[in-house]
């Protein structure tokens, strides 16, 4: 729609170039490098983004937030006691002292030739050993730092962490490095002191994870069979010696032995962890533990066991084999696998969206499979993690996935006292799948959602969209409206279940209709919930939401392609309509019932359309992760934004602020756009002068409570009450041209939809027409006085324009019904 | 490690009757004592105090029957023709009886002896009532009349003949000496005080002829009944109708209040009593009888219900005392049993510990939680450790499939979830292959599991494909065919029947909705009424907490 526009920012606007799109660096995953616990085993240090975290291990809470990286860290290292090593792909090796959290030192190995880094290791001598590609597109080579001179040690080895492993120092000073190599069929060894080169090969099983004992001369290595090999004595001889354990399924992912390399730990996706007791046949497990395995860390005083999970939490597990502390960053929805071809990505990584809950100002979206997680975005911290589906994660099989019930759609009423959930659970392979409409009432008291009702299969095929009536006063019961595939909408609505006994209240399906046949797309709510408009492939439907009776269709020429995104303008624009196929984007009039605009041929899909709720604006998401922010009453963008991120865009959302933001557009003073991207990285579009998210939650701290205590403080009142009246300022209520937005409405409705000159009168008139109570007196002698706006408020003519097209329906209604009478009494 | 999540088993509410704190309840009644009497059991009153004698007037006599042993303690026979509405005094000492021939009489309990005759009603006295003070009694007579009668003077004092027809029912205020309530065949309900001669102070109009009345004990709400009628009146409010209650099919013939007052209870020729709440006049319990019922009397702390009916018989119900309930179910008193036993086990270590009189448990102690493994049921056990067809074999046990269903249809779906259902299925011998063959055709027509039978029958055609099948075997799968067969031709049936409801519901939408709303080029939408939307599509809702 922009094609113009779009080449370079608009200078007409003001302080449009200050708009600037960051990464939510707050939230971060803190599972992409394994953790590393610090000698006496008291801190845990995780690298996180940018950042590291030094955490206990006793509470879990984080002690020091380490912040100079300005790349990704690839890998920590303790250098000595208390001084920790990081370093980011560029790179830059940062020490820090972890006990006040203060940079000691920060050095580069970048060299000539060598620019980023995968992987770093510390083994502990005054070297480095850091991954770095190599002309190999798969793989990197490993190169050793002595100070300045660089060595290379292996090339073509794989580039994660885990397929480097280094120890076997047997009191001599010897340093034995292990690695596999990018196609991961063998295990390259070598022995810095006694300069002794091997590979081993085993099967056509495929390695997925190496680890070597600090001391004593032993290797593990893990494969995609879930096989453990444990090699003896690998560095002199040619066909080492090899014990097999094999427990798992599935891949293993990671393992590590303890201090003395009694015991050996290993995981994967099966999310159990397995205690090996190496030399004997025992082991234990500990089973459920959330999701996936990435990375197994073992303390250095055995204490404890720290694992990395794929749902972006780090879990401590004492000596009992029980999960003593979690620490958890924002839960990552592991892609749904197993969903049909034609699905987009979305639906795959982050099905429900972005959902706003009014109550809390938080976000609901996806956590693990089958939870939801609601997530502050002014603090960028997790309120809490619900578990909706409250079934056992189930884990794949090796040749087959096993999907688990995933929440799909999520609606939150408009006070947030109600949740709506969709979970979904399908098997491919059999062709089976279920679904469960779940309803969430929030208790105040137990300040929890208290499941209210549960309905299995509430349409025959998948439900495709949700949505609560806005608008309601609190005195009518919610309604809800759903639309699936099976070709139907239905209404779902609260209905009053209370008896003798106990008081209740469930939800029930009220109306069920189809339209032609067509497949419903999309739906959206008017503002005042007054209307709702349901997308019928490439016709929009109007119904009136109590007596879901038709009032309109609208579908023009222009318009060939399925709607995929509907969305009601808000506040002063509630009367256009705008609608997003995959590559046009259109506004319907529903007052007028004619088409406004319509912008066609994008350069990429539309991602996203979302209102802003604290505005008129709307700003529509591509693929190619261009923003458009406009109004819905016009084509033209107020602001457009290219190249927000590398990946592509799965969901959007405005975010209100807590206060708004003076000087700037129009469309960010009161709220702010998020966007995720589909490796769940959020990315906000805001202000520039916006910096940290810190500063917006800042109280004013009022003098008083800050004061040491004094004993004149004692004397002084803490409240002091006045008989004194303070005086208020009249604010101004009705101002205007009496009688406008009659006019202005009857000039504005078409005139084949007027109703009878005789019916609508009565009503003109009386709007014309001065009122003499005592009340509108007083306002008429205040405005008098100079500080009256003649132009209309345009709230206003919201609400006034609103009222004769429904008068006009109730006056039909009354004419139908004295028809019948008629008949009949003839 | 998060917990094992047990198995979700989706069971419909079950249609019909729910299962309140009311009906258990009076659930809770026993077999009822019957005792055969001559003529129909005209009035049944229950004395207030213990020990809860229960006056029953029928044909030409009143008998006043011990509740605990069903025996005739008293019987007074001195009437000529039939005797009506005995009514015991508060204090049970004395019992007061009409009779054909319009006299009253009063009868000592203890002596037996005849103490007075109230003579004056030229019709049959129907029913007559010690008032609260207990020295005057009201009578409602045949003559139109309602009498008040001194009891030492034997005297009448005041009467009132305003009613047009038979005065059949009558009641007087628990705590007002002097209000009383009388409800005639001429539709009418009134109330007297007998402090102002001139007439009665409400009349309220029921609409059909008045059986009984009843007037709570609070004094300002009083019900009337008459017709399959049942009526609430507002005292206060000079007689406005609260409550207009019609659960009966035949006329009501009888009212009583239970529970403190808490339930009203009717009987009907309609062979039933009907159990309301105050409250809200909904009826909460329904008690069967085998014949219509004429008069009921409940004693004060529910323990007996004593019901008159039209062919002579009483029937007297006892509730269950916790003995008793212990003795009719044995398998419960057995679980009673080892909970004690459990108990005692954690008794032992309170004893422990009262030896160790100077143990003090330090903050350190790590107090250990009771494991809840124990709740696991064995299906679940069997599902943790991926042990499916060990899983599946638990729920075709006879008790689970035959009466819980739902169970094995649960465990079923779970193991469709884990794709395991085939693994479970297969390698099966001729004996459970028939017991699984048997619970599919059963059940493949329930509507709330069939989806799941479906999914597990298609499953079984897959896996037995192409193995050698016994006779009997083979003779199964047919009859599941059968079973399917019949249940398509069903469902036809009933989609031509939906088609013509929705012809029939077109038509009158087009009616209704004809007119400039619909601005589409199309035809009117079909929009389905909301009882219709629910059948066509089955939905199943489950309500939780």
Redesign the interface.
């Known amino acids: 729609m922009a094609n113009k526009k779009a080449r370079g920012p608009d200078k007409a606007k003001p302080n449009t170039d200050n708009i600037v799109v960051k990464k939510q660096e707050d939230a971060p995953d803190i599972v992409r490098q394994p953790p590393v616990f610090t000698d006496d085993s008291k801190y845990l240090c995780i690298a996180s983004g940018r950042q590291v975290g030094i955490y206990s291990v006793q509470s879990g809470d984080k002690v020091h937030c380490l912040k100079n990286h300005s790349f990704d860290i690839i890998g920590l290292a303790i250098k000595e006691e208390n001084v920790l090593y990081s370093c980011d792909t560029s790179g830059e090796v940062i020490e820090w002292d972890i006990n006040d959290g203060k940079l000691l030192k920060k050095t580069s190995i970048a060299v000539e030739g060598l620019k980023e880094f995968y992987s770093f290791h510390y083994p502990r001598n005054g070297k480095f050993l850091v991954s770095s590609p190599s002309i190999n597109e798969d793989g990197s080579s490993l190169f050793m730092f002595e100070g300045k001179r660089i060595k290379k040690i292996f090339k073509d080895v794989g580039k994660e962490t885990q397929s480097i492993a280094f120890g076997c120092d047997q009191g001599d000073g010897s340093l034995v490095i292990g690695a596999l190599n990018y196609q991961c069929d063998g295990v390259m060894v070598k022995d810095t002191k006694n300069v002794i080169d091997r590979k081993h090969m085993t099967d056509k099983r495929k390695f997925t994870c190496i680890a070597m004992h600090k001391e004593k001369l032993i290797m593990a290595t893990g494969d995609i069979s879930g096989r453990i090999l444990i090699w003896h004595d690998f560095v002199n001889q040619i066909r080492p010696v090899k014990t097999v354990y094999h427990w798992h399924t599935l891949a293993v992912s990671s393992v590590c032995f303890s201090s003395e390399a009694e015991y050996l730990y290993s995981g994967g996706s099966e999310k159990v962890m397995v205690k090996w007791r190496l030399g004997g046949k025992r082991k234990q497990f500990?089973?459920?533990?959330?999701s996936t395995i990435k990375f197994i860390v073992n303390a250095p005083d055995n204490i404890c066991v720290a694992t990395s999970h794929s749902d972006n939490a780090i879990r401590i597990i004492d000596s009992t084999n029980?999960?003593n502390r979690a620490i958890f960053g924002l839960v990552k929805h592991d892609p749904i696998r197993g969903l049909e071809d034609g699905e987009s990505k979305k639906e795959s990584v982050m099905p429900t969206g972005l959902v706003f809950d009014p109550r809390t100002q938080g976000i609901f979206f996806n956590s693990q499979a089958g939870f939801l997680q609601l997530f502050d975005p002014l603090r960028d911290s997790m309120i809490f993690n619900m578990d909706i589906a409250?079934?056992?994660?189930?884990t794949d099989?090796r040749n087959?996935v096993?999907g688990n019930a995933e929440v799909f759609r999520v609606a939150v009423s408009p006070t947030g006292e109600w949740l709506a959930t969709l979970e979904v659970?399908s098997?491919m392979?059999?062709g089976?799948h279920?679904m469960n409409l779940k309803f969430w009432r929030y208790d105040a008291v137990q300040a929890n959602y208290?499941?209210?009702?549960?309905?299995?299969?509430?349409h025959?095929d998948r439900i495709t969209s949700l949505a609560f009536q806005p608008g309601l006063l609190g005195t009518e019961y919610p309604c809800l409206v759903s639309i699936g595939r099976d070709l139907k909408f239905k209404i779902w609505r609260l209905v009053d279940?209370t008896?003798?006994?106990r008081q209740?209240e469930?939800?029930?399906?009220?109306?069920?209709?189809?339209?032609?046949k067509m497949m419903p797309t999309a739906t959206s709510f008017s503002e005042d919930g007054s209307l709702l408009a349901i997308a019928f492939q490439d016709t929009v439907?109007l119904w009136d939401p109590m007596t879901?009776?038709?009032?309109?269709?609208l579908s023009h020429n222009l318009i060939e392609e399925s709607i995929e995104l509907m969305e009601f303008g808000r506040d002063q624009c509630f009367r256009y309509l705008v609608c997003a196929s995959k590559s046009s984007l259109f506004a319907w009039d529903v007052i007028s019932?004619g088409l406004v605009w319509k912008v066609g041929k994008l350069r990429s899909p539309i991602r996203c359309l979302v209102p802003d709720p604290k505005s008129s604006y709307m700003a529509v998401v591509l693929q190619n992760s261009e923003v458009f922010v406009f109004a819905p009453s016009s084509s033209k963008p107020v602001h457009t934004i290219t190249n927000v991120m590398s990946s592509e865009p799965i969901a959007a959302l405005f975010v209100p602020r807590p206060n708004p933001l003076a000087n700037s557009p129009e469309w960010l003073v009161n709220s702010r756009l998020l966007i995720v991207d589909d490796q769940q990285e959020f990315y906000s579009v805001d202000d520039n002068s916006v910096c940290g998210f810190d500063e917006k939650l800042t109280t004013p701290i009022s003098h008083m409570d800050s004061l040491p205590w004094t004993p004149f403080s004692a004397i002084k009142a803490q409240k002091q009450i006045s008989a004194a009246k303070q005086i208020v300022p009249v604010i101004h209520q009705t101002n205007g041209i009496k009688g406008y937005k009659s006019v202005q409405s009857l000039l504005e409705t078409s005139t084949s939809t007027l109703p009878p000159m005789s019916r609508i009168c009565n009503s003109f008139m009386i709007d014309l027409m001065i009122k003499h109570d005592p009340k509108s007196m007083t306002v008429k002698a205040d405005s008098e006085n100079g500080a009256t706006n003649d132009l209309p408020t345009l709230m206003n003519g919201h609400i006034e324009s609103k009222m004769p097209a429904l008068k006009e329906?109730a006056t039909?209604q009354k004419?139908?019904t004295l028809d019948c009478q008629w008949i009949t009494k003839n | 490690?998060?917990?094992?999540?047990k198995t979700?088993i989706?069971s419909l509410p079950k249609i019909g009757q729910k299962v309140?704190?009311?009906t258990l309840y009076w659930r809770k009644l026993n077999f009822p004592v019957t005792v055969k009497e001559f003529g129909p059991i005209d009035y049944i009153d229950v004395m207030p105090i213990e020990p809860y004698f229960i006056a029953v007037s029928s044909a030409a006599k009143v008998q006043i029957y011990n509740p605990i042993t069903h025996q005739v303690h008293r019987h007074f026979t001195r009437f000529k023709e039939a005797a009506y509405g005995a009514s015991i005094r508060s204090d049970g000492k004395l019992v007061v009886a009409g009779c054909d021939e319009g006299h009253i009489k009063l009868f000592d309990i203890g002596s037996k002896s005849l103490l007075r005759i109230f003579k004056g009603h030229k019709g049959p006295v129907h029913r007559c009532k010690f008032t609260a003070d207990n020295v005057h009694v009201v009578s409602f007579s045949d003559d139109k009349s309602v009498a008040l009668w001194d009891l030492p003077s034997e005297t009448e004092i005041i009467k009132f003949s305003e009613h047009s027809d038979y005065v059949r029912a009558g009641c007087v205020s628990s705590i007002s000496s002097d209000l009383f309530l009388s409800g005639s065949f001429d539709h009418t309900v009134k109330l007297y005080d007998a402090r102002s001669p001139t007439g009665s102070t409400i009349s309220v109009d029921h609409g059909s002829p008045v059986e009984s009345v009843l007037m709570y004990p609070g004094n300002s709400i009083f019900v009337s009944v008459g017709g399959t009628e049942l009526r609430v009146w507002d005292m206060l409010a000079g007689g406005r109708l609260l409550a207009r209650v019609s659960q009966h099919h035949k006329t009501i013939t009888c009212l009583h209040l239970a529970s403190d007052g808490k339930r009203l209870v009717t009987g009907g020729l309609d062979r039933h009593a009907k159990i309301y709440?105050v409250?809200?006049y909904?009826v909460?319990h329904t008690l069967d009888f085998p014949s219509p019922v004429l008069s009921l009397g409940i004693t004060p702390d529910d323990f007996t219900v004593v019901a008159g009916m039209a062919n002579g018989l009483i029937s007297m119900q006892h509730r269950q005392t916790p003995a008793e309930a212990r003795a009719l179910i044995p398998k419960q008193s057995l679980k009673d049993q080892k909970k004690s036993q459990t108990t005692y086990r954690f008794r032992l270590n309170a004893d422990f510990r009262n030896i160790n009189r100077t143990f003090n448990p330090a903050t350190d102690v790590e107090v250990a939680t009771k494991n809840d493994n124990s709740l696991v049921s064995r299906y679940d056990m069997f599902l943790r450790k991926f042990q499916y067809s060990k899983a599946l074999d638990t729920v075709l046990g006879k008790y689970i499939r035959k009466k819980k269903p739902a169970i094995t249809v649960g465990v079923m779906?779970e193991l469709?979830?884990?794709?395991g259902?085939k693994s479970a299925l297969a390698g099966r011998d001729d004996s459970s292959l028939s017991i699984i063959l048997t619970f599919l055709a059963r059940n493949i027509n329930d509507p709330s599991h069939s989806?799941i039978i479906i999914?597990v029958a298609n499953?079984l055609l897959d896996v037995y494909e192409n193995s050698c099948l016994t006779p009997q075997s083979e003779k199964l799968f047919l009859h599941l065919q059968e079973h399917v067969n019949r249940e398509v031709e069903y469902m036809k049936h009933l989609m031509e029947i939906e088609g013509m409801l929705h012809i029939l519901l077109a038509s009158t939408t087009t009616q209704?909705?004809?007119?400039?709303?619909?601005?589409?080029?199309?035809p009117?939408?079909?929009?389905?009424l909301?009882s219709a939307?629910?059948a066509?599509?089955a939905?199943?809702?489950?309500?939780?907490?």
Not at chain 1, 286 to 290: D, K
Not at chain 2, 1 to 5: L, N, P, T
């Open positions: 500990l089973p459920r533990m959330g029980k999960i409250n079934r056992n994660v189930l099989e087959t096993i659970w098997n392979s059999v089976y279920d208290e499941l209210n009702t549960d309905v299995t299969m509430p025959h279940d008896d003798i006994y209740k469930s939800w029930t399906c009220d109306v069920a209709g189809d339209f032609r439907t879901i009776n038709l009032n309109t269709t019932k329906e039909q004419l139908l | 490690m998060a917990s094992f999540k979700q989706r309140t704190a009311d709440d409250q809200s909904q909460v779906h469709i979830r884990r794709n259902l989806k999914q499953t209704t909705r004809r007119g400039p709303v619909n601005i589409g080029q199309g009117p939408v079909k929009v389905m909301p939307a629910a066509a599509n939905t199943m809702v489950y309500n939780v907490g």
